[in-house]
């Protein structure tokens, strides 16, 4: 594995570890997820999950608000949050202590526990890891404008996911500025900062600070 999955997520920290387990690549996963959801939906307990309308299972210590949109398929694992005007266009899954706040939109996507997209974000098509955070405004971009197939660089070799829609993976404890866009195809490290009104393309390694395109420093 070119990418290791497990030095940018810690898969103890989602519902959806086996579907990472399976794949080989990290993005592998973008087009499996729909069907994840369906097959594991079917197996939570009925003790803590609650089947609200077809394929959409929310815990029963998940606090969503009467204003939200939620579409299926969808997990929301325990004691998630999923605040005012939240719009959830299915293909999801929302991790343990997850917040998912005002006007905040996710489609295919996973989100680790104790993710937090709070403010105006657009998470499409990506990976967020264990207490990632996006500040306000921040987005996941996760189509070409050309429309062709996305690719990643890393380490000076681009390589074809095959993917037409893929926005980013965001490893653990990831901190994104606001107003901070991630190019399709963005690999964010673990314990890694992006400033804010960054616009972030190709593998950023993890305990590094990006300033600008040309200013990427280690943490100390």
Same mark, same amino acid.
């Given at each position: 594995?070119?990418?290791?999955?497990n030095?940018?997520?810690?898969?103890e920290?989602?519902?959806a570890?086996?579907?990472?387990?399976?794949?080989?690549?990290?993005?592998?996963v973008?087009?499996?997820i729909?069907?994840?959801i369906i097959?594991?939906g079917?197996?939570?307990?009925?003790?803590?999950?609650?089947k609200?309308?077809?394929n959409?299972?929310i815990?029963?210590s998940?606090k969503?608000?009467?204003t939200?949109c939620l579409?299926?398929p969808?997990?929301i694992?325990?004691k !998630?949050?999923?605040?005012?005007? %939240?719009y959830?266009?299915? #293909?999801? =899954?929302?991790?343990k202590n997850?917040?998912? &706040?005002?006007s905040?939109?996710?489609k295919n996507?996973?989100?680790?526990?104790?993710?937090?997209v709070p403010?105006?974000?657009?998470?499409?098509?990506?990976?967020l890891?264990y207490?990632?955070?996006?500040g306000?405004?921040?987005?996941t971009?996760?189509?070409?404008?050309?429309?062709?197939?996305?690719?990643v660089?890393?380490?000076?070799?681009k390589?074809?996911?095959?993917?037409?829609?893929?926005? !980013?993976?965001?490893?653990?404890? %990831?901190?994104i500025g606001? #107003?901070? =866009?991630?190019?399709?195809?963005?690999?964010? &490290?673990?314990n890694?900062?992006?400033?804010?009104?960054?616009?972030?393309r190709g593998?950023?390694?993890?305990?590094?600070i990006?300033k600008?395109?040309d200013v990427?420093?280690?943490k100390?």
């Amino acid at each position: 594995m070119l990418i290791n999955t497990n030095e940018i997520l810690s898969l103890e920290y989602t519902i959806a570890e086996d579907l990472f387990l399976s794949n080989n690549w990290c993005w592998d996963v973008i087009p499996e997820i729909s069907r994840f959801i369906i097959n594991l939906g079917k197996t939570l307990q009925h003790e803590r999950f609650e089947k609200i309308s077809e394929n959409i299972w929310i815990a029963k210590s998940a606090k969503i608000s009467k204003t939200s949109c939620l579409n299926g398929p969808l997990i929301i694992d325990e004691k !998630a949050e999923i605040r005012h005007c %939240a719009y959830i266009r299915g #293909n999801a =899954v929302i991790g343990k202590n997850a917040v998912v &706040g005002n006007s905040t939109e996710i489609k295919n996507s996973i989100l680790f526990d104790g993710v937090q997209v709070p403010h105006y974000n657009y998470i499409g098509d990506s990976v967020l890891g264990y207490k990632a955070h996006m500040g306000a405004g921040s987005i996941t971009s996760n189509v070409k404008a050309d429309r062709g197939l996305v690719s990643v660089m890393y380490n000076g070799e681009k390589i074809n996911t095959g993917l037409k829609k893929f926005g !980013a993976i965001v490893g653990d404890f %990831a901190e994104i500025g606001c #107003n901070t =866009v991630l190019n399709p195809g963005t690999i964010i &490290g673990k314990n890694s900062t992006i400033y804010p009104l960054s616009s972030v393309r190709g593998f950023i390694k993890s305990n590094s600070i990006y300033k600008s395109g040309d200013v990427i420093i280690e943490k100390s």
